[in-house]
């Protein structure tokens, strides 16, 4: 039978696992979760993933949870898979995990709580919340730091000193691709500093291409939408200016 991915392309580990089938040729079928319709809240996606979220897969009668578990099972489980995605060597898969384990709580913590509470939360129907994204800034800034300093400090092009990706760079981009949405000035000031990470970004998308642009265009959409309504709202604004400024020279 043909491999299930459940998943929202919204959602960066959806997308991790969606362009490591497509780069490594898995024959898969992509069925989406609607998250806005709160599909994965559904009794039928809860016996696929009892957690509710996304991404999951379905290989025959296996069933598969979180999307580092997903990356290492698809790297092992299907011929093909070129061996730097999740080597054979043991030392190597072991500096995979310690920045797989990392990711949860220090970038992908930070990423998702700032970008939820600096943009994305009213869409979901949630208030914005500025003390929770200066703190995630904060976690944020410092794993970008981490990334730099510990595992891009040498000459190869992406995590580890590799000058080939593994499952590792693709779930971290991934992640940082959500900084899209931000308001540019935000995404400058957060990524700007950081000159390595932003390299490693583009040669993780380079070695990706062309299914990293195409899984990734919801995020491009979103962003131009946004941006859209930034413009209209600065232009309502300075209608209202423009309507107020005679008002206030007559008094």
């Known amino acids: 039978m043909k491999l299930k991915v459940y998943a929202e392309r919204m959602s960066q580990p959806s997308r991790a696992v969606i362009i490591f089938c497509k ?15 709160r599909q994965h809240l559904t009794p039928e996606f809860a016996d696929i993933n009892p957690m509710k979220k996304v991404p999951a897969i379905v290989d025959g009668r296996f069933k598969l949870f ?6 290492i099972y698809l790297a092992c489980a299907f ?27 220090n970038l992908r913590h930070g990423a998702v709580t700032y970008v939820l509470n600096t943009t994305l ?8 919340n500025p003390r929770a994204a200066a703190e995630a800034e904060k976690l944020l800034t ?5 990334i730099e300093s510990i595992w891009l400090k040498g000459s190869g092009r992406f995590l580890l000193g590799g000058n080939q990706p593994t499952i590792a760079d693709l779930s971290l981009v991934c992640e940082l691709m959500q900084l899209e949405v931000l308001e540019e000035k935000d995404r400058s000031r957060l990524l700007g500093p950081h000159k390595k990470v932003q390299q490693w970004i583009e040669n993780t998308r380079n070695a990706t291409r062309p299914h990293f642009d195409e899984v990734h265009k919801v995020i491009f959409k ?6 859209n309504q930034r ?4 232009s309502n604004d ?4 423009s309507m107020k400024k005679p008002l206030l020279s007559k008094m």
């Not at 979103?222 to 941006?227: A, H, I, P, R, S």
């Open 231 to 234: 413009l209209k709202g600065a």
């Open 79 to 105: 011929p093909g898979v070129a061996d730097h995605w999740y080597p054979a060597d043991l030392f190597k898969r072991s500096k995979i995990h310690s920045v797989l384990d990392w990711h949860h709580s």
């Open 238 to 241: 300075g209608t209202e200016s």
């Open 121 to 128: 939360a009213p869409a979901l129907g949630l208030p914005l």
């Open 23 to 37: 780069v490594n040729g898995i024959d898969y079928e992509e069925i989406k979760v609607d998250i806005s319709k």
């Open 222 to 227: 979103v962003k131009e939408k946004l941006q």
């Open 66 to 71: 979180e999307s580092h578990a997903i990356l």
């Open 142 to 146: 410092s794993s970008l730091s981490k």
